[in-house]
């Protein structure tokens, strides 16, 4: 069973910034495969749900809304073809993937409708997290923060790679235009259900609605970093973050928003709270993707570049005051090695590949 709400995509945040495209290949694999699956409801394209396992099982996978009724788990694996892209400069393998791509926007044509001008998606949830109705708990929405930032970056991905490819990216230009913004409430936080509606958890474990602004590059500059900032205090001092594959998603947005010290108590909350003695991460029985999450977020801290420009040692704390890397590979798909002495870059060298 792959849960591919954040668990199986966390495995591989790290593969091609550690110079590992070759295992992230196996993912791409399955991605070609849940494409030929199609999908349940006589749409366009393919879709998968928020698991999925060997034989590319590509229905809800139970009848509780809470957990099941998510259909865009395929469609946040597929900024991962974008990432091996652009870290490997592979024009083959984008030519080999687009129609994975263009069939899951297809799909999404299909899916969402047009409400008050803009394109949205009903049913509608936020990964494994409830508001409140009336008093009780309820999962279903219209247009979660998740679903409209998923969708925003796969057509962005799919535009992007058709420009590359010579394609005709016209029409999904104008569908791009029109999705559903993220939306803030009235204290500046993101709207996780695209609305102002009463949560049931503030401190719940998942940060689906701060998808766009990581793992994605949708949500940028200091107007989003706010908000972001604001939506992960709020989680946090309510108690969030305590899974090790939470954490170690926390650890990595702090590290994209350029803060060193709080990046590096989640490295220390890992070790101390979120570890077995053999090293696996300590979500029972074991997570490996808690593991794999923070190296993600040690390499987010070290180099960041998802924004267009290579930046070195944008969030160091303090602790790691001299070090050294060799070997990232940046979204330019250049080998990157560089060093640092008391915080400072002291030397650096950029090969081509």
């Keep these: 069973n792959y849960p591919i709400n954040i668990n199986t ?25 849940l494409r030929s699956r199609g999908n349940v409801f006589g749409l366009r394209g393919w879709n998968c749900w928020h698991n999925t396992d060997i034989w590319r099982f ?25 990432e091996h892209y652009a870290h490997t400069r592979d024009m083959a393998f984008l030519k080999e993937y687009y129609p994975v791509l263009e069939d899951a926007a297809r799909f999404l044509e299909d899916w969402m409708y047009e409400k008050d001008g803009v394109l949205t998606t009903c049913p509608s949830t936020s990964p494994e997290n409830k508001y409140l109705c009336q008093g009780e708990p ?15 970056d796969l057509f962005d991905k799919l535009i992007r790679a058709g420009k590359l490819l010579e394609k ?41 609605h701060l998808y766009g602004f990581h793992p994605a590059d949708v949500l940028t500059g200091d107007t989003w970093a706010a908000a972001v900032k604001k939506t992960l205090e709020t989680r946090l001092e309510n108690g969030g973050g305590y899974t090790g594959w939470s ?55 070290l180099i960041q570049d998802h924004e267009g420009s290579v930046r070195l040692l944008p969030a160091l704390p303090k602790a790691w005051e001299s ?17 640092w002495e008391k915080g400072k870059l002291v030397e650096q060298e950029i090969q081509a590949r």
């Excluded at 593969?15 to 791409?28: G, I, K, S, T, V």
Aim: glycine share 8%; charged share 20%; with cysteine.
């Design 9 to 33: 995509e966390m495995n591989y945040w790290h593969a091609e910034r550690c110079n590992l495209p070759e295992c992230h290949m196996p993912l791409m694999e399955m991605l070609r495969e």
């Design 58 to 82: 590509h229905h809800e996978a139970t009848a509780n809304t809470l957990w099941g009724y998510w259909p865009m788990g395929g469609f946040w694996l597929c900024r991962h073809i974008w």
């Design 138 to 152: 309820a999962a279903v929405c219209e247009g979660s923060a998740m679903d409209m930032q998923i969708i925003k």
């Design 168 to 208: 005709d990216t016209a029409h999904y230009e104008e569908v791009l235009c029109k999705l559903k913004p993220t939306l803030l409430g009235e204290d500046g936080r993101i709207l996780e259900w695209g609305e102002a509606l009463a949560e049931s958890e503030l401190g719940h474990r998942h940060i689906s």
């Design 247 to 301: 954490n170690a998603w926390v650890a990595n947005v702090y590290a994209r928003l350029g803060d060193g010290e709080k990046l590096w108590h989640r490295v220390q909350t890992m070790f101390a709270k979120s570890i077995y003695p053999n090293m696996f991460d300590a979500h029972p029985p074991f997570q490996i993707d808690g593991n794999f999450g923070i190296c993600a977020a040690i390499c987010e801290a």
């Design 323 to 339: 070090g050294s890397v060799r070997g990232f590979v940046t979204r330019t798909g250049e080998l990157i090695s560089f060093r």
